[in-house]
């Protein structure tokens, strides 16, 4: 609510108080999750600073907070600050995971109504067909509705990419085998303007104020807000 200097002397001014009892020694601590800090008797809220994270998930990790018997994606952050995964990762698959502690960006980005893309890079076992890609990129009968349309694009004779704007329960898995194949590879590259990049798996980064900006877009433009 102020500079430091000027609360330097709101404190020696006896104008704060910690959990009702005022304080007038500068540097005095505080836990500011469980300690109550008023101004002239008014409570200053605390606001956890937020926090934006992409990794590169792993195989073998569970993008859940709490897995028992399971490693977590959140067992390779050290943070102060707690984050939660924006989405998920099925444990067998790779990629770019999202975490925040941003409600309103977790719940822009993991709604399906809201049409973000998310890109994937996909090996399969056996040669996948034109036809077998162009299935896909139509949409196929799943859990008694229909695929939304994609964007699918060859790589090679065994890999491809696609762009999903919805997220069905281990969906690209089902539509490759629906389709007769099945996938051996399933890394998630890009969730609406954040990439993966090179970043290695396991490892972690704060994104850049570019793509908070980018983030920060999506939020204003969304209906609910």
Not at 69 to 91: A, C, M, S, T
Not at 93 to 117: A, C, I, K, W, Y
Request: aromatic letters at 6%; one cysteine or more.
């Amino acid at each position: 609510i102020c500079s430091r200097r000027k609360g330097e002397a709101f404190i020696q001014a006896g104008r704060v108080a910690v959990n009702d009892r005022v304080v007038f020694e500068l540097g005095t601590q505080i836990d500011p999750e469980t300690d109550q800090v008023r101004f002239d008797g008014k409570l200053i809220p605390y606001e956890q600073p937020l926090v934006y994270i992409a990794m590169n998930k792993p195989l073998g990790y569970v993008t859940s907070c709490h897995h028992p018997g399971e490693k977590i994606v959140l067992d390779l952050i050290n943070l102060d600050q707690r984050v939660y995964p924006v989405g998920r990762l099925d444990k067998d698959s790779t990629g770019l995971l999202l975490l925040t502690n941003d409600g309103r960006l977790h719940h822009t980005l993991s709604h399906p109504s809201f049409d973000h893309e998310k890109e994937y890079d996909v090996t399969v076992a056996k040669t996948i067909t034109d036809r077998a890609l162009q299935k896909m990129a139509t949409g196929l009968p799943m859990m008694e509705s229909k695929t939304r349309p994609a964007e699918v694009s060859r790589i090679s004779s065994r890999r491809f990419r696609i762009i999903l704007k919805e997220g069905k329960n281990r969906q690209i898995r089902r539509m490759v085998r629906k389709v007769g194949n099945q996938v051996t590879m399933l890394k998630r590259i890009r969730v609406a303007a954040i990439k993966l990049g090179r970043l290695p798996a396991g490892k972690w980064r704060f994104l850049s104020e570019k793509e908070k900006s980018v983030l920060s877009k999506l939020l204003s433009n969304d209906s609910y807000l």
